[in-house]
């Protein structure tokens, strides 16, 4: 969905592809990022409605990938060129269908490990650095969340590598049918399943807390009774 995305707002851009690659100002090889929510590892956090914008985005990617960029675009618009004179035609029930578990999968990976890593590591705060310092739940757990956002960080490109080897390819659809609102309702709907989907699965440390809590609970009475 990257080169849909990129169809109608790098325009400006793509004859600055040709050139070679250019160096921001004080910087050096800026190298792609990755994070954990709905933006992939190249996709950009702000539309690409202005050549700033553009600009910032194609510095962000490797030589290799803007060679692969730019042949897409050139493909994308020739395609689209072509099916101007066309009737354009909604997209089948099963294209929706793909369109939505081809967004969901990946989500279900990342909602999965910002919960489960949010509730392990605020659990474990809460328990060792909570205690110390008095914290209180609620601290502990946005603390935990930190965890969770500095762990995605990581791991995030390692989730869509292996969503990629599940062998689902970009859907197939025509540059009009991409636009239709029937296959964005489907991508926006697609993620929001995912990431709900993994975000419950990602509750299963809750499973043990109980334990944890009991054990905390019989250690603290020993030593009570011990002391008195």
């Not at 990022?33 to 202005?50: A, K, Q, Y």
């Not at 600009?55 to 050139?74: D, N």
């Given at each position: ?30 190298t792609p ?18 050549p700033k ?176």
């Open positions: 969905m990257l080169k849909l995305c990129l169809q109608r707002a790098l325009p400006p851009a793509v004859h600055k592809l040709k050139q070679p690659p250019q160096r921001l100002p004080g910087g050096g090889r800026h990022s990755c994070w954990m929510g709905t933006h992939g590892r190249n996709e950009p956090r702000e539309p690409l409605n202005s914008r553009a600009k910032e985005f194609i510095y962000r990617l490797h030589p290799s990938e803007r060679t692969c960029l730019l042949k897409e675009l050139q493909s994308f618009e020739s395609m689209a060129i072509a099916q101007e004179t066309l009737e354009p035609s909604p997209p089948t029930a099963a294209q929706i269908r793909y369109v939505l578990f081809h967004n969901a999968i990946p989500f279900v990976g990342f909602g999965f490990l910002d919960n489960a890593i949010m509730i392990a590591a605020g659990t474990q705060i809460e328990l060792s650095i909570g205690v110390t310092l008095g914290i209180s739940t609620m601290a502990a757990a946005a603390l935990g969340n930190l965890v969770s956002d500095l762990a995605g960080l990581g791991l995030a490109g390692y989730v869509e590598a292996l969503a990629s080897r599940l062998g689902m390819q970009v859907p197939d659809l025509t540059p009009k049918q991409a636009d239709m609102w029937q296959t964005r309702l489907s991508s926006h709907m697609g993620k929001a399943i995912g990431v709900s989907i993994g975000c419950i699965l990602g509750m299963f440390p809750l499973l043990f807390l109980d334990d944890e809590k009991e054990k905390e609970a019989q250690t603290c009475s020993e030593a009570a009774s011990h002391s008195s």
